[in-house]
């Protein structure tokens, strides 16, 4: 019940409530919880805070969007060596993907 509660504080732009709400130990770490707390986190500037918890969300499933917020969030830290790994990370996500679309495995006829 708490994370639909925290998503309607956090569409109303109350995200310092919605962290409030998440954050206890007794809230369950869904993939959902963390890409609240983690937006939530980044609306309040608090960079740090939201790099653990797209670190987390990583742990779902390794995509081209969390590396590309990650660097985002390392950039705007002053890590900038960090930040180029999770560029780099997301951008061969992102051509895994590409490999693996029905466009990518057509043949291509000549004309």
Known sequence: ????????????????????????????????VLLLLGNSSLELKKLDQAALYFEEVRKFGDTAEANN??????????ERDKAKVYWERAKK??????????????KRSIP
């Open 1 to 32: 019940m708490l994370p639909v509660i925290a998503r309607a504080y956090y569409l109303h732009k109350e995200y310092a409530r919605a962290v409030e709400l998440l954050e206890p130990d007794s809230v369950e770490k869904s993939y959902e």
């Open 93 to 106: 996500l992102e051509q895994k993907s590409d490999d693996k679309s029905p466009a990518a495995n057509q």
């Open 69 to 78: 917020t990650l660097g985002a969030i390392y950039f705007s830290l002053g």
